[in-house]
């Protein structure tokens, strides 16, 4: 991973951070991200044993994978961003790493539903920690001319972690059972804490950019306020909201779809979508940000282009996807909507970072994760559970595969909400001071 980090270069070696260690934290993070997302997409492989287990209806499979998880991400991801734009952001990494893999182990010793639920409500507290830290802390470590970049790598590690999920998950489930899946996803976090720990250092703030971190600590609202003044941010904001809606409601039921109407396991499904999201994700999200950064050079507002194009790519092959008959037609069609499904992260947590000020980065990035997960994480797996049983008296096992179409039209206006965000995001940059 480390050797691929090097494609992202820039910057100066200076303060005691050569490219090496830059790279190295960033391989660290992206790591620490790889874990989050495993545990945070386990769930997705492991719902349909779940529901057979349980007896439960898709509404309440929604509850499980969205609402229960992405309400307490959410919302203790401000206050805890709070403290990061205030205290050591490595710290508060490594314990929320630590309490959301211990809970992802407690999953498995679920012996009711609603058991798993309030384990799933730890794994969303523990989680909303580490994004916010580690997005300021690489903002940090690399410049603007190759922010994008590091940014896209470390959301890639989303699809590495949807790779080992769905892989190594669903190979799991068939042979062990759904509870070890969640054991053998939660103990690797544990591990990595103590690297996390020992091994790395905390970055002084606008090191990247030679900027003086003078500033008071500065309160909630204004940062609130600050943000809001930024119009790019309202739809670069949204836009990522209304795109995290069609992927996390994908996400989270593709794999039941592919159970009820093309008849596949669990592992064979872990292995296709181990190869469509884990390595055709990992692609699209990296290249994307390289892209941003390359074309951002000469007119900044690529970075909101980009994703615009992304849903360009992606939406025309969704429908097929979901409506094929034939399996082998529906995963061809597949390829496109899954390489493109996390290209919007890089970009935009690159804008949003550049749109505030030093102190703010923290708590902007947990605002925005805010937005984009209870929309998204909170209301596109409910959503798409919802009409999947309302549409089941009239469908039956066929309902999800229409339910799952919503994605593409949260998709449409996603890309709406970012040509909207591409007219003032070059006026609202300038305004930002170009101090701490």
């Given amino acids: 991973m480390t050797n691929q980090a090097n494609a992202i270069g820039g910057g100066r070696a200076d303060a005691g951070f050569s490219n090496a260690y830059r790279h190295y934290v960033l391989a660290i993070l992206t790591l620490m991200y790889v874990v989050n997302y495993l545990d945070r997409q386990i769930l997705a492989i492991l719902l349909q044993p779940i529901k057979n287990e349980f007896h439960v209806s898709d509404t309440m499979l929604g509850l499980l994978a969205g ?11 401000i206050p805890i961003a709070l403290a990061a734009d205030r205290s050591n952001r490595r710290n508060i990494i490594a314990v929320s790493l630590a309490l959301f893999s211990l809970m992802t182990v407690v999953c498995g010793f679920a012996a009711q539903f609603w058991q798993l639920l309030l384990a799933r409500v730890g794994t ?31 959301s890639a590690g989303l699809n ?7 892989a190594v998950g669903g190979h799991i489930a068939q042979i062990y059972g759904w509870r070890m899946a969640f054991l053998a996803s939660g103990i690797p976090g544990l591990v990595l804490v103590f690297v996390v720990m020992f091994t790395m250092r905390e970055p002084p703030r606008g090191h ?9 600590k500065i309160p909630f609202m204004n940062v609130a306020r600050f943000l809001w003044s930024q119009r790019s941010f309202r739809f670069i904001a949204l836009g990522s909201a209304m795109n995290a809606f069609s992927g996390y ?30 390595i055709g994700g990992w692609i699209g999200t990296f290249l994307a940000g390289i892209i941003a950064d390359r074309l951002g050079k000469r007119d900044v507002r690529w970075n909101v ?18 409506l094929a008959p034939g399996t082998t037609i529906a995963l061809l069609a597949a390829i496109i909507p899954v390489a493109m499904g996390a290209v919007f ?9 550049a749109l505030v000020p030093l102190r703010m980065r923290a708590t902007a990035a947990a605002i925005l994760l805010f937005i984009l997960n209870i929309i998204g994480l909170g209301l596109g797996p409910q959503a798409v559970g919802f009409l999947s049983d309302v549409l089941h008296p009239a469908l039956g096992t066929d309902s999800l595969r229409y339910a799952l179409l919503i994605g593409p039209v949260a998709g449409i206006v996603s ?22």
């Fill in 415 to 436: 890309a709406l909400c970012y040509w909207h965000s591409a007219k003032t995001l070059p006026a609202d940059l300038a305004r930002v001071p170009k101090s701490a």
């Fill in 124 to 154: 969303g507290v523990g989680e909303a920690g580490t994004g916010p830290s580690a997005q300021a802390i690489i903002s940090d470590l690399y410049p603007p001319k190759s922010r994008a970049s590091a940014q896209s790598f470390y």
């Fill in 67 to 77: 609402p229960t998880f992405a309400l307490f991400y959410a919302t203790l991801g």
């Fill in 160 to 166: 590495i972690g949807l790779l080992i999920a769905f």
């Fill in 208 to 216: 990247s950019e030679n900027l003086r971190d003078d500033a008071a």
């Fill in 305 to 322: 282009y980009v994703p615009i194009g992304a849903v360009c790519l992606a939406v025309p092959f969704a429908p097929v996807f979901y």
């Fill in 249 to 278: 409601g994908a996400t989270a039921f593709i794999p039941a779809f592919l159970v009820r109407s093309h008849h596949m396991t669990v592992a064979q499904i872990g292995i296709v979508f181990a190869l469509l999201a884990g």
């Fill in 345 to 353: 992260v890089g970009p935009s947590v690159t804008m949003v970072q």
